[in-house]
């Protein structure tokens, strides 16, 4: 993994009373993949990228059990800086995390979005809005370091002429756009993407969710990339290559930034990229990403609804046996889409 230094630019949070940087978990880790046994080495891969604040998998098991048995390739679930197990695990402990809360409550007031479930991700922005783009900046690095392994035949079960593709879900999906559209060492030329519940800039998302963040953090983030952001440079990429993902990632904050950039990279990558959205979807609504899109929006994106009570977080709820089938059935809709358009 490449490695940032942004030790100067963030603060300790009170349940982490350690810098970013030492933060182990982050550095070394494991990620979980999908491979069918009959292939001896996949000729594709799909990289499959998650939401904000997750800190498990078993929500994309399914997800990627399916992407693998009907596209046949490899599925590769790879984990956000600081998500999931790149983080300490008491981040998601309530019993450790439950005393946080109630100090973060004194401190910022009782904001009802506010959860032993969002307290890490809430507290450390609040501190350090900057971690959204330091983070981020993170797992771009670690994703082109991922494809440069595959690509250079680096990973024994993959054939180094595999195709790379990517599913992205919520802010994966901004991950990958920033990817694609700063397209590294042309690694991503080639590259489909497929999008769901997702495909919007930053500024017309609202991440204010008691699974998510609470609204004392996404306000302060909200303001802190709407007045104060400066990117930074890292020492791990060229000039050259700094200034293209600086630029794709503030062209993916607001509909102001770098207009041309991406209503040209949407123009010309629309054949190989697609989204879905949702209806009800009020994290990342439908009107954000047509305002994204612009004029290839006719072409990229579809907006579905399910025929239950869903929400961004949680698109497929598998606890309410009386709508088992609904659920399924709307999962089986979505995921067709998406293998026929990776396959």
Same mark, same amino acid.
């Given at each position: 993994?490449?490695?940032? &230094?942004?030790?100067?630019?963030?603060?300790?949070? @009170?349940?982490?009373? *350690?810098?970013?940087?030492?933060?182990?978990?982050?550095?070394?880790?494991?990620?979980?993949? +999908?491979?069918?046994?009959?292939?001896?080495?996949?000729?594709?891969?799909?990289?499959?990228?998650?939401?904000?604040? #997750?800190?498990?998998?078993?929500?994309?098991?399914?997800?990627?059990?399916?992407?693998?048995?009907?596209?046949?390739?490899?599925?590769?679930?790879?984990?956000?800086? +600081?998500?999931?197990?790149?983080? =300490?695990?008491?981040? @998601?402990?309530?019993?450790?995390?439950? =005393?946080?809360?109630? #100090?973060?409550?004194?401190?910022?007031?009782?904001?009802?979005?506010?959860?032993?479930?969002?307290?890490?991700?809430?507290?450390?922005?609040?501190?350090?809005?900057?971690?959204?783009?330091?983070?981020?900046?993170?797992?771009?690095?670690?994703?082109?370091?991922?494809?440069?392994?595959?690509?250079?035949?680096? *990973?024994?079960?993959?054939?180094?002429?595999?195709?790379? &593709?990517?599913?992205?879900?919520?802010?994966?999906?901004f991950l990958s756009q920033v990817l694609l559209?700063?397209?590294? &060492?042309?690694?991503?030329?080639?590259?489909?993407?497929?999008?769901?519940?997702?495909?919007?800039? +930053?500024?017309?998302?609202?991440?204010?969710?008691?699974?998510?963040?609470?609204?004392?953090?996404?306000?302060?983030?909200?303001?802190?990339?709407?007045?104060?952001?400066?990117?930074?440079?890292?020492?791990?990429?060229?000039?050259?290559?700094?200034?293209?993902?600086?630029?794709?990632?503030?062209?993916? !904050?607001?509909?102001?930034?770098?207009?041309?950039?991406? #209503?040209?990279?949407?123009?010309e990558a629309k054949n190989r990229i697609r989204?879905?959205?949702?209806?009800? &979807? *009020?994290?990342?609504?439908?009107?954000? *990403?047509?305002?994204?899109?612009?004029?290839?929006?006719?072409?990229i994106l579809e907006e579905i609804d399910f =025929?239950?009570?869903?929400?961004?977080?949680?698109?497929?709820?598998?606890?309410?046996?009386?709508?088992?089938? !609904?659920?399924?059935?709307?999962?089986?809709?979505?995921?067709?889409?998406?293998?026929? +358009?990776?396959?």
């Amino acid at each position: 993994m490449e490695e940032l &230094d942004f030790a100067d630019k963030t603060q300790l949070s @009170s349940f982490a009373a *350690i810098h970013d940087n030492d933060i182990n978990e982050n550095g070394h880790f494991v990620y979980p993949v +999908f491979k069918l046994k009959k292939e001896s080495k996949s000729k594709g891969v799909i990289i499959l990228l998650h939401g904000l604040n #997750e800190r498990s998998w078993n929500k994309y098991l399914p997800w990627a059990e399916r992407l693998a048995l009907e596209t046949g390739k490899l599925i590769v679930l790879f984990p956000i800086s +600081f998500h999931m197990n790149r983080a =300490p695990r008491t981040w @998601s402990d309530p019993r450790a995390m439950m =005393p946080f809360v109630d #100090e973060r409550r004194k401190r910022m007031g009782n904001y009802n979005s506010l959860t032993y479930v969002n307290l890490a991700l809430s507290d450390r922005l609040t501190d350090s809005p900057f971690r959204f783009y330091s983070s981020g900046k993170q797992t771009v690095l670690d994703v082109m370091g991922l494809v440069r392994r595959l690509k250079d035949g680096g *990973i024994p079960y993959v054939d180094k002429d595999a195709s790379v &593709d990517i599913f992205a879900y919520s802010i994966g999906g901004f991950l990958s756009q920033v990817l694609l559209m700063a397209n590294p &060492d042309d690694l991503f030329s080639d590259t489909k993407l497929f999008l769901f519940c997702s495909g919007s800039v +930053f500024g017309e998302m609202d991440g204010n969710s008691r699974t998510i963040m609470d609204e004392k953090a996404f306000g302060k983030l909200k303001q802190y990339f709407e007045t104060d952001f400066h990117e930074t440079e890292s020492k791990d990429l060229s000039p050259t290559l700094n200034q293209r993902v600086n630029q794709a990632f503030k062209a993916m !904050l607001n509909l102001k930034n770098f207009i041309r950039l991406r #209503e040209s990279f949407f123009e010309e990558a629309k054949n190989r990229i697609r989204t879905i959205s949702l209806s009800k &979807d *009020i994290v990342i609504p439908t009107r954000g *990403i047509v305002a994204s899109l612009g004029s290839s929006a006719s072409t990229i994106l579809e907006e579905i609804d399910f =025929p239950y009570s869903y929400s961004h977080e949680n698109p497929f709820p598998d606890n309410k046996n009386a709508i088992k089938d !609904l659920v399924n059935a709307s999962f089986n809709g979505v995921f067709y889409k998406a293998c026929s +358009f990776l396959s």
